[in-house]
């Protein structure tokens, strides 16, 4: 591998870490966005966004660079479809981030009410599995990504006992309803954001193992129905 080819693939690992830095951040700005009613916040989040789709067009342009240019190989091939790949999720997650900010500015238009008991660690629980699949995308540590897959049910089911409180809510108090609503799409969001973080979990796996595990490819019954051993 030539050192300019070496240069270009570890620029683009700190791209991918940069962005995975401002998606983190602007998550967390949306909640707390929400938490607060914070409108001027809210619109924070709508400007980082522009700025995190820039740098997804960013990262496509080096990867698509380094893909007709270089022809690399092996571990630096799986990481650079890879990096596609994650730096859409990653874009996505800050689309989810704007939804959430947008439910806050709707939110601040309403009478307060109170947020749902579980919306907080469903939001935190999202943004860990986050953090966690880039913290093993920075160690290439397979394991901790498998693990990680494995917890995307967490957030599956807190995100079911929230529609159920919310319902709850709107069915005792038809008053709550718009309110109500604007935190099922909170939870949507923060459940969909837990999915693509699972996401990024599968490609680390793939980056280190050249093994593809999405789809639950790893599990025995699957392997069994399309004959695979």
Do not use: W, Y
């Not at 093993?136 to 089911?157: I, K, P």
């Amino acid at each position: 591998m030539s050192r300019h080819f070496e240069e270009l693939v570890n620029e683009l690992n700190d791209q991918l870490l940069l962005m995975s830095g401002r998606v983190e951040s602007i998550i967390r700005k949306a909640v707390e966005a929400l938490q607060r009613r914070d409108v001027t916040l809210a619109e924070e989040v709508f400007r980082d966004d522009r700025a995190i789709d820039r740098m997804e067009m960013d990262i496509e342009e080096r990867c698509i660079e380094l893909l007709a240019l270089q022809q690399p190989l092996a571990r630096d091939l799986r990481l650079i479809t890879s990096a596609l790949k994650i730096s859409n999720d990653l874009e996505r997650v800050g689309d989810h981030a704007v939804n959430i900010a947008g439910c806050a500015k709707t939110l601040d238009t309403l009478p307060p009410m109170r947020n749902a008991a579980d919306l907080p660690e469903l939001a935190e629980k999202a943004i860990g599995m986050l953090r966690e699949a880039l913290d093993a995308f920075v160690r290439r540590d397979a394991d901790a990504a498998r693990a990680l897959v494995r917890r995307d049910d967490e957030v599956d089911a807190l995100n079911r006992h929230l529609f159920a409180e919310l319902l709850a809510r709107m069915v005792s108090d038809p008053a709550a309803i718009q309110a109500s609503m604007a935190l099922v799409l909170v939870g949507r969001n923060l459940e969909r954001i837990g999915d693509l973080a699972t996401n990024v979990a599968e490609e680390v796996v793939f980056i280190a193992e050249a093994r593809v595990i999405k789809h639950h490819a790893e599990d025995p019954a699957v392997r069994d129905e399309f004959g695979r051993s």
